[in-house]
């Protein structure tokens, strides 16, 4: 791509876009590989990232604007898909056959535990927030990383910011959760399929009829609890259970906890209810007569 250190914007825009079709083409030829689509794919960014570092180091902005814009918008788009490549490729060669029964579940609950982790960033990023954008998104001398990068040869003082590298984990982490959740609902049909096949059906059906956001509430804390199995159950195999018990589907549960963890009024909601609503009715029972 021919440009000229004038061009700004449109440069970086462009290359994205061209990153982005590439990336495209890239998932439709390799399409019988997630191996060879992840290493193409990392290959791709890396290219694309070399190109965008000794752009921006010999860059200056405009204005504070296009600087945040740059760091906010661009980079982190191109660095948080190098890494969520880089994930995919190290859990689909980490097992002979890719992703087994279990790993779904477990590496969804680690990128929740970093999602709680970095609630504040992940709120802030969810939320489409600026109030913070001078301190997070412009390049400052005394400021250091928060967190160490995967890859350090993107480490330079013109072409980093203080909370770049948190905010393209983040984007990183969602795109690995859209990933993971696909054979991980998968799995889930197959397992309810076995389950109900080999365990006899009580006569009368429960059905959740609360919000499937109180269902989930309780599932985090079920896991947080270490209710399940002495504490070793997955989230995936507590929803499962779940949804199966009360007949009910939770189709991207991992996504509305990120909406509940964004609630200004709380995480809670309905736990807090619960424990209410309990409280009242010991109390009536307490209450009545004893014969």
């Given at each position: 791509m021919e440009t000229t250190i004038q061009?700004?914007?449109?440069?970086?825009?462009?290359?994205?876009d061209d990153l982005f079709q590439e990336l495209e083409d890239n998932q439709n030829m390799f399409s019988f590989s997630v191996i060879k689509q992840a290493q193409q794919s990392i290959r791709l960014?890396?290219?694309y990232?070399?190109?965008?570092?000794?752009y921006i180091v010999q860059y200056s902005f405009k204005d504070r604007q296009e600087e945040i814009e740059f760091f906010k918008e661009i980079k982190t788009a191109i660095y948080g898909r190098l890494l969520y490549f880089y994930k995919i490729y190290n859990i689909e060669t980490a097992q002979p056959t890719g992703l087994t029964k279990?790993?779904?579940?477990?590496?969804?609950?680690?990128?929740?535990?970093?999602?709680?982790?970095?609630?504040?960033f992940y709120r802030y990023y969810r939320g489409n927030e600026t109030y913070l954008d001078d301190i997070f998104f412009r390049r400052s001398a005394d400021i250091i990383p928060i967190q160490r990068r995967l890859f350090d040869s993107?480490?330079?003082p013109?072409?980093?910011?203080?909370?770049?590298?948190?905010?393209?984990?983040?984007?990183a982490n969602e795109l690995l959760i859209n990933y993971l959740e696909k054979p991980a609902q998968q799995l889930a049909t197959t397992t309810q399929t076995q389950t109900i096949a080999a365990t006899p059906i009580p006569s009368k059906k429960l059905t959740w009829t609360d919000p499937k956001s109180?269902?989930?509430?309780?599932a985090y804390a079920y896991k947080a609890k270490g209710s399940f199995n002495n504490g070793k159950a997955t989230l995936k195999e507590i929803f499962e259970y779940l949804q199966w018990?009360?007949?009910?589907?939770?189709t991207n549960p991992s996504r509305d906890f990120q909406e509940i963890l964004r609630r200004k009024s709380g995480y809670t909601i309905y736990i807090d209810g619960l424990k209410e609503d309990y409280l009242k009715y010991v109390d009536e029972i307490q209450s009545r007569p004893h014969h």
């Open positions: 061009n700004g914007g449109k440069f970086w825009n462009a290359l994205k960014c890396v290219d990232l070399d190109k965008l570092r000794d279990e790993q779904p579940g477990k590496e969804i609950d680690r990128v929740m535990t970093f999602f709680e982790k970095n609630r504040f993107y480490y330079h013109n072409f980093c910011t203080s909370h770049d590298n948190i905010f393209a984990e983040i984007l109180a269902l989930i509430e309780m018990v009360f007949n009910i589907v939770l």
